[in-house]
């Protein structure tokens, strides 16, 4: 379990680093909190010419509290700041939770958002929470900046549409309404695993109906996905356990899950309905000023 | 004697008024050392010139070697040598564990692949290179051209000898045993109840966070070879390494040094040990091979892995008549040195009838070869398996016969006067605490009053369930008990030698090696109560075949028994000869004095001397003792300790579970267990035993299965996907030590070293069952399994 070898390059500067990726010609990775890309490495997996090691480049080590209500996130934060940053449980707080279910300590200090959504896994938190958010994602390249809304950025399990002289470098998530509910369910065999699945709802109560309904699942597909369906099954009427049966029946309809050692197709869809019942309870609990009865 | 009275009465028993040292919380003494990194394990031993070993491993699980292609890999810059399994033709003689059991067929252990391979993960190539990078970029550049031969994965397929894995054994069945007696028929045909059917135990791995690794260095002027090795049994490796390599024991010198975890997995003789030490002699260099965890998963022995057929006949009041077992068990591609392919499987049959009065019991098992790794020890070894499959009888007879499953326990135990009980198995029970630790547990979690509160928490929808279960096994075996009879090796006798240096310094060394578990503070606790010194005057050393002229290692329950009583007899010598000679110093008769905290003293006198005053006399000072003193009275003693038989230990577990049904995943809300080790050495020490093998019984149970598909690929390659219990999965948990009556082994211990993880699955599987109304058949138990058992 030994990488193959590699020729190494610190970049200092977002400039750097795309000049770097782009000098290798395809075959430099970046490397940032090397959490996924080391472990590839040493099963020889990659066998990447260059690592670009992007963990100087202060500049991406950010989260901004911005002036709408939203946030701007470095691609380099760590999973640690996020999961203790105010300014995420304030504005966010569904990302708070989620960030808890992101591995353990030692990988969450080295982690960042970054790799987590570039390296894409169907099964991470990151690339769920900006698909359920609607983040904005900039990405830097030889020709300069580009936006990508994030339900364009992901192309498969473990793909992106990264070109690879591109970097990833902000986040942009737009404001939530205030107040909001939300909920947050996953399932894992062991503590800090990636998740068998996960359901994440974000609601209003306006005049006792749901509104502004969210809601995104993810280890049931490729990529993480929000499931208009179900959205539209809880719209405009008070949650119930018939709406609430309706859109765990929407989400179980709509998804296409991997089978694979620790679960079945089958479980799984089964498993993500009922954690999106949990979910939706949750966040109508919390919308409705009821949240002692939310887990 | 600092803490007693001054003016203590002239006849006052001093024996009694000695502070304890046996079954103090004594704080662990390697901790300090293990704690902050300055243990010294095999990878951090470094020396001038050492090359570094990478293996090219096997892709295939069954297939002829055609051609091998090592060009590449010679051509790499800075590789030393590539070496395939013709290179070592004259230099090792393979060794191959022989064994009197019937129908036994043994295999050879071989350096590397020869011809054919038998598992993926089997070691085809070895590239030594400057370094373990270059090696492991060498070894990709190795071609291999395999012919696939048939696969059959599946053991209960390869007992019909259709494909052989080995052609010399003409079989694939290595083991055939059955064990019986009474009249099985009848005790059925009277049966008010039958219950059973088929279960399974899929393949585990012990995974120690230290990984196998071994360093070896040949000097050449002298013709010895010294070999560092990450083992539990270095005197075992001695031994076979000076066979394998025609070098006489006092030219191989095996050293353990600090081994972080084995839990048996490090008890056997391994191909990467006897390719370190070829290299290091062809080439006159050191040679280090660290294994990775990828290796480890697919390179080291494994275990558990039977199909179990077992029913039970009980009569209307739940007595037990008869057992009955037909078990398989798949023994991977290797009979293991030096245990053989019998020690899982046999284990299983042995164990079956439990610490239950079992008037009649029939039962086989096989051990089969398959393209797998090999089945190895794995603490407990055959008794998980045999204790998840009898404690679920339990229950479901207990079921079938309407009785509460505690009550029918206890009417099933060996009862206190019936030891010692000789089991359906042949296996004798001493008077051990069956029924104290049933007590024990039942009253710590409040039996009743949890299953009045198990129903209400049922009625508010919860899926809650008990599970108790009770296991016997048998630890510290002497000479009279062979794992398989004529098994190449002793594991029933263990040596101490314990001296006083002319420093006054008193160094104890054992055959023993230890591999985390506390064995250097708890044979210091047993040195310095019976020589009458302190713990932190006693210097254990062990791990060391420089040390003893024999010692098979740390395995099996065995060393606090074995080698506690080795140290007893020979601290007993070593007090009697210092006694004697500082009497002789201090001019009074030997039985006016005493040594306690190694000062020798006449009691209600304030006549006194150090150990230190009383070693240097003896040594240094010439002319002071007569000569035949220093001639016929050592102040040291080698004295060796076999307990014959062995002697029996038990416990009994708890656990409260509860299943989402949603996830079908499943929570430990509570957990007891309550064993008897006999006469406890370090109370700290047993606890952590207990907690550990109960944490691994919690992965057994719930997490872990290393998984092949029918063509023996390994699917479970990291440990992503070999799911180990974690701090989170592991319950808080209650564990409690009963001594009912120490047994009359010399020394009172008993074995305690793997006892959690036998109890732990048969109990979270019996509460699983119960929180579901269902039965469970196989562990691990999944949410998977679970959603698909529930009618899903
Ligand atoms: C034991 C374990 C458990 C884990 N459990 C979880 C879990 O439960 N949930 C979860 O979400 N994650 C989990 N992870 C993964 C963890 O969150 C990683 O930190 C994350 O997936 C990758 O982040 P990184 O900064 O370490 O990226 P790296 O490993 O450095 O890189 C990952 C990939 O992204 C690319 N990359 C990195 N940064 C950029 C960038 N700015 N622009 C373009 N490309 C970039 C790299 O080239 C590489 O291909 C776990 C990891 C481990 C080891």
């Given at each position: 379990m030994k990488p193959p070898p590699f020729t190494y390059v610190a970049a200092t500067s977002v400039a750097e680093a795309v000049a770097a990726l782009a000098a290798h010609d395809g075959e430099a990775k970046v490397i940032a909190g090397g959490q996924s890309l080391v472990p590839m490495l040493?099963?020889?997996?990659?066998?990447?010419?260059?690592?670009?090691?992007?963990?100087?480049?202060?500049?991406?080590?950010?989260?901004?509290?911005?002036?709408?209500?939203?946030?701007?996130?470095?691609?380099?934060?760590?999973?640690?700041?996020?999961?203790?940053?105010?300014?995420?449980?304030?504005?966010?707080?569904?990302?708070?939770?989620?960030?808890?279910?992101?591995?353990?300590?030692?990988?969450?200090?080295?982690?960042?958002?970054?790799?987590?959504?570039?390296?894409?896994?169907?099964?991470?938190?990151?690339?769920?929470?900006?698909?359920?958010?609607?983040?904005?994602?900039?990405?830097?390249?030889?020709?300069?900046?580009?936006?990508?809304?994030?339900?364009?950025?992901?192309?498969?399990?473990?793909?992106?549409?990264?070109?690879?002289?591109?970097?990833?470098?902000?986040?942009?998530?737009?404001?939530?309404?205030?107040?909001?509910?939300?909920?947050f369910h996953e399932f894992a065999q062991r503590a800090g695993d990636f998740a068998l699945a996960a359901a994440a709802v974000v609601l209003t109560a306006d005049d006792g109906a749901a509104?502004?309904?969210?809601?995104?699942?993810?280890?049931?597909?490729?990529?993480?996905?929000?499931?208009?369906?179900?959205?539209?099954?809880?719209?405009?009427?008070?949650?119930?356990?018939?709406?609430i049966a309706a859109a765990a029946a929407a989400v179980r309809e709509a998804v296409d899950p991997p089978e694979d050692l620790h679960g079945s197709a089958t479980y799984r869809r089964h498993l993500v309905g009922g954690l999106v019942e949990r979910a939706i309870r949750d966040a109508w609990a919390r919308a409705t000023g009821n949240a002692g009865g939310a887990a | 004697m600092d803490n007693l009275p001054e003016d203590l009465p002239a006849d006052l028993n001093l024996m009694e008024m000695r502070p304890k040292i046996i079954g103090a919380r004594v704080q662990r003494v390697e901790d300090p050392r293990l704690l902050t990194g300055t243990g010294q394990y095999t990878a951090d031993i470094k020396l001038p010139n050492m090359a570094h070993l990478a293996f090219r491993r096997s892709e295939m699980a069954h297939a002829t070697i055609d051609n091998i292609d090592v060009s590449a890999a010679l051509a790499v810059p800075g590789v030393i040598a590539v070496y395939t399994a013709e290179d070592f033709y004259g230099q090792i003689t393979p060794p191959r564990a022989e064994s009197k059991t019937e129908g036994f067929h043994s295999t050879p252990i071989l350096p590397l692949a020869d011809g054919k391979v038998r598992h993926v993960g089997e070691v085809v190539v070895a590239v030594v290179a400057e370094s373990r990078y270059i090696a492991e970029d060498a070894a990709e550049h190795i071609e291999i051209d395999f012919t696939p031969l048939p696969v059959i994965a599946d053991p209960r397929e390869a007992v019909k000898n259709e494909v052989l894995l080995h052609d010399?054994?003409?079989?694939?069945?290595?083991?055939?045993?059955?064990?019986?007696?009474?009249?099985?028929?009848?005790?059925?045909?009277?049966?008010?109840?039958?219950?059973?059917?088929?279960?399974?135990?899929?393949?585990?791995?012990?995974?120690?966070?230290?990984?196998?690794?071994?360093?070896?260095?040949?000097?050449?002027?002298?013709?010895?070879?010294?070999?560092?090795?990450?083992?539990?049994?270095?005197?075992?490796?001695?031994?076979?390494?000076?066979?394998?390599?025609?070098?006489?024991?006092?030219?191989?010198?095996?050293?353990?040094?600090?081994?972080?975890?084995?839990?048996?997995?490090?008890?056997?003789?391994?191909?990467?040990?006897?390719?370190?030490?070829?290299?290091?002699?062809?080439?006159?260099?050191?040679?280090?091979?660290?294994?990775?965890?990828?290796?480890?998963?697919?390179?080291?022995?494994?275990?558990?892995?039977?199909?179990?057929?077992?029913?039970?006949?009980?009569?209307?009041?739940?007595?037990?008549?008869?057992?009955?077992?037909?078990?398989?068990?798949?023994?991977?591609?290797?009979?293991?040195?030096?245990?053989?392919?019998?020690?899982?499987?046999?284990?299983?049959?042995?164990?079956?009838?439990?610490?239950?009065?079992?008037?009649?019991?029939?039962?086989?098992?096989?051990?089969?070869?398959?393209?797998?790794?090999?089945?190895?020890?794995?603490?407990?070894?055959?008794?998980?398996?045999?204790?998840?499959?009898?404690?679920?009888?339990?229950?479901?007879?207990?079921?079938?016969?309407?009785?509460?499953?505690?009550?029918?326990?206890?009417?099933?135990?060996?009862?206190?006067?019936?030891?010692?009980?000789?089991?359906?198995?042949?296996?004798?029970?001493?008077?051990?605490?069956?029924?104290?630790?049933?007590?024990a547990v039942t009253d710590s979690i409040g039996y009743d009053d949890l299953r009045a509160e198990q129903l209400k928490m049922r009625e508010a929808g919860r899926k809650v369930g008990l599970g108790v279960v009770c296991y016997a096994e048998l630890g510290g075996i002497g000479s009279r008990i062979a794992v398989a009879p004529g098994m190449p090796i002793n594991t029933g006798?263990?040596?101490?030698?314990?001296?006083?240096?002319?420093?006054?310094?008193?160094?104890?060394?054992?055959?023993?090696?230890?591999?985390?578990?506390?064995?250097?503070?708890?044979?210091?606790?047993?040195?310095?109560?019976?020589?009458?010194?302190?713990?932190?005057?006693?210097?254990?050393?062990?791990?060391?075949?420089?040390?003893?002229?024999?010692?098979?290692?740390?395995?099996?329950?065995?060393?606090?028994?074995?080698?506690?009583?080795?140290?007893?007899?020979?601290?007993?010598?070593?007090?009697?000869?210092?006694?004697?000679?500082?009497?002789?110093?201090m001019e009074v008769a030997e039985s006016d004095i005493d040594m306690v905290g190694s000062r020798i003293y006449v009691p209600?006198?304030?006549?006194?001397?150090?150990?230190?005053?009383?070693?240097?006399?003896?040594?240094?000072?010439?002319?002071?003792?007569?000569?035949?003193?220093?001639?016929?009275?050592?102040?040291?003693?080698?004295?060796?300790?076999?307990?014959?038989?062995?002697?029996?230990?038990?416990?009994?577990?708890?656990?409260?579970?509860?299943?989402?049904?949603?996830?079908?995943?499943?929570?430990?809300?509570?957990?007891?267990?309550?064993?008897?080790?006999?006469?406890?050495?370090?109370p700290d020490v047993a606890d952590g035993q207990m907690r550990g093998g109960i944490a691994q019984g919690v992965g057994v149970a719930l997490l872990e299965e290393i998984i092949h598909d029918e063509d023996g690929q390994i699917l479970t390659a990291s440990l992503v996907d070999y799911v180990l219990p974690s701090a989170v999965e592991v319950p808080i948990m209650d564990v409690m030590h009963v001594e009912s009556e120490n047994p009359d082994n010399g020394t009172g211990f008993r074995g305690l070293g793997e006892g959690g993880i036998i109890g732990a699955p048969a109990a979270i599987a019996n509460a699983i069952a119960d929180a579901l109304d269902i039965d469970i058949r196989e562990i691990p138990i999944t949410p998977e399994k679970l959603f698909r058992q529930t009618g899903n």
């Open positions: 040493n099963f020889r997996l990659l066998a990447p010419a260059a690592l670009v090691d992007i963990n100087g480049i202060r500049e991406l080590d950010f989260v901004d509290a911005t002036a709408d209500g939203g946030l701007r996130i470095g691609a380099l934060t760590r999973h640690y700041t996020l999961l203790t940053s105010p300014d995420v449980a304030e504005r966010f707080p569904v990302l708070g939770e989620a960030m808890r279910h992101v591995a353990h300590l030692a990988i969450r200090n080295r982690g960042t958002i970054g790799g987590s959504l570039s390296h894409a896994d169907p099964a991470a938190e990151l690339p769920m929470m900006v698909t359920l958010l609607d983040a904005t994602l900039t990405v830097a390249g030889p020709g300069g900046e580009r936006q990508l809304a994030a339900a364009d950025f992901f192309d498969g399990a473990l793909t992106t549409v990264l070109a690879e002289d591109e970097l990833l470098t902000t986040i942009t998530l737009p404001p939530l309404p205030q107040p909001h509910g939300w909920g509104a502004n309904v969210r809601l995104a699942v993810m280890g049931v597909d490729e990529n993480p996905s929000r499931i208009a369906a179900a959205e539209a099954a809880l719209v405009g009427q008070p949650v119930s356990d018939d709406t | 010399d054994a003409g079989t694939n069945v290595l083991v055939d045993r059955t064990f019986g007696r009474g009249e099985v028929d009848d005790a059925f045909s009277q049966a008010a109840h039958i219950v059973g059917g088929d279960f399974r135990t899929t393949r585990k791995t012990a995974s120690p966070i230290e990984a196998r690794a071994a360093v070896c260095e040949w000097d050449r002027g002298r013709r010895t070879l010294t070999l560092w090795s990450a083992t539990q049994v270095p005197g075992v490796i001695r031994d076979t390494i000076g066979d394998v390599f025609g070098l006489s024991g006092s030219h191989v010198r095996v050293i353990a040094p600090d081994v972080g975890g084995g839990f048996g997995c490090k008890t056997c003789l391994y191909p990467e040990e006897m390719v370190a030490c070829a290299a290091a002699i062809k080439l006159g260099q050191p040679v280090k091979w660290v294994s990775d965890r990828m290796e480890d998963l697919v390179g080291t022995n494994q275990a558990f892995d039977e199909y179990v057929h077992a029913e039970l006949a009980v009569d209307a009041e739940g007595h037990i008549l008869g057992l009955r077992a037909d078990v398989v068990g798949d023994s991977g591609a290797y009979s293991i040195y030096p245990w053989t392919a019998a020690l899982e499987p046999v284990q299983v049959i042995s164990f079956l009838p439990g610490p239950y009065r079992m008037p009649a019991y029939a039962a086989r098992t096989r051990a089969v070869a398959t393209p797998k790794t090999p089945l190895g020890a794995y603490r407990g070894i055959g008794r998980p398996t045999a204790t998840f499959v009898m404690e679920r009888l339990v229950d479901l007879a207990a079921r079938a016969a309407g009785i509460d499953p505690v009550e029918m326990r206890r009417r099933n135990l060996v009862q206190p006067h019936e030891f010692p009980y000789r089991t359906g198995s042949g296996l004798v029970w001493d008077r051990v605490g069956f029924i104290e630790s049933l007590d006798v263990e040596t101490a030698n314990i001296r006083i240096d002319a420093t006054g310094a008193i160094t104890a060394n054992f055959g023993t090696a230890s591999n985390g578990q506390g064995l250097e503070t708890t044979l210091a606790q047993v040195v310095a109560e019976e020589l009458g010194c302190r713990v932190e005057d006693v210097e254990i050393r062990h791990g060391d075949t420089s040390l003893m002229a024999h010692g098979s290692g740390s395995y099996a329950s065995r060393s606090a028994v074995l080698a506690g009583g080795a140290a007893t007899v020979s601290a007993r010598e070593v007090r009697a000869n210092v006694l004697k000679v500082a009497a002789m110093i209600g006198t304030d006549r006194e001397m150090t150990l230190k005053q009383v070693a240097h006399t003896y040594y240094q000072e010439m002319g002071r003792l007569p000569k035949e003193v220093r001639e016929e009275v050592p102040l040291e003693s080698t004295r060796s300790f076999d307990p014959y038989l062995g002697t029996a230990a038990c416990a009994s577990h708890a656990a409260l579970v509860e299943v989402d049904p949603v996830t079908w995943g499943v929570k430990i809300l509570k957990y007891a267990a309550a064993e008897d080790c006999g006469r406890i050495i370090n």
